[in-house]
């Protein structure tokens, strides 16, 4: 995951880590992204898991299909 800024914490909640499988606090951000998609450069922000404890970024299922959306939706298409 290369390419990101704006990073900003939605929140934090004390849960299951499915990255270290412990319990603690995950926080969630949400951060500018940059890609270009189908050659056309595309701008979004997309959400992430953070694992204080495995120092990793990671994504659930519903919240990968959410960015894959938002990048769709971001996405303008040629003209
Ligand atoms: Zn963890």
């Known amino acids: 995951m290369s390419g990101f800024e704006k990073m900003?914490?939605?929140?934090?909640?004390?849960?299951?880590?499915?990255?270290c499988m412990a319990r603690h606090e995950v926080k969630r951000v949400s951060y500018e992204v940059n890609v270009t998609y189908k050659g056309i450069p595309v701008k979004y922000n997309e959400e992430s898991f953070y694992c204080?404890?495995?120092g990793e970024w990671f994504v659930e299922e519903d919240m990968m299909s959410?960015?894959?959306k938002a990048m769709i939706d971001a996405y303008s298409g040629p003209p």
């Open 66 to 68: 959410k960015n894959y």
């Open 8 to 19: 900003k914490i939605i929140d934090t909640q004390e849960r299951i880590c499915p990255c």
């Open 52 to 54: 204080d404890n495995a």
